[in-house]
């Protein structure tokens, strides 16, 4: 592996690590900066957000913003690199304590990114969540 291709999965790393702590923070300045202006973002395996990134970025701002805490850890990446572009994939593990709850929430699944390498470092044009599981959701129905 030569020293381009090393430094550009340590660079899309640092963008998924930067995404969980935007997340975790609440800093939605942040999370703008980790996708292209004109990037789209699907939500929908688990919620209703889907659109461009500022849209969503609104949407999430007032529901995670009402999450008294939530943790994203984010493991097991792959970065297919094809010059200034990018597909990656990458395990997500999130537990969280949601609103008016007493017990922990937790989910789970991939995050699937475009990534294309722009004048100011690597960007998200795409992310697609694919949520595979969710233990003690507030939406489930009480058995």
Not at 113 to 124: A, F, N, Y
Request: glycine share 6%; with cysteine.
């Amino acid at each position: 592996m030569d020293l381009q291709t090393l430094s550009d999965k340590i660079e899309i790393n640092e963008v998924l690590t930067r995404y969980a702590r935007s997340c975790d923070s609440k800093d939605w300045d942040l999370f703008r900066t980790l996708f292209t202006p004109d990037a789209f973002l699907d939500y929908s395996s688990v919620t209703s957000a889907v659109g461009s990134r500022d849209e969503v970025a609104a949407w999430l701002e007032a529901g995670l913003g009402k999450v008294p805490w939530t943790q994203h850890f984010i493991s097991n990446v792959e970065i297919d690199l094809d010059g200034d572009r990018a597909k990656v994939r990458a395990m997500f593990y999130n537990p969280m304590l949601l609103p008016g709850m007493t017990e922990l929430s937790y989910c789970g699944g991939y995050y699937h990114h475009d990534m294309v390498r722009t004048p100011q470092g690597w960007k998200s044009e795409r992310l697609v969540e694919e949520n595979l599981w969710f233990v003690n959701h507030p939406g489930a129905p009480t058995p």
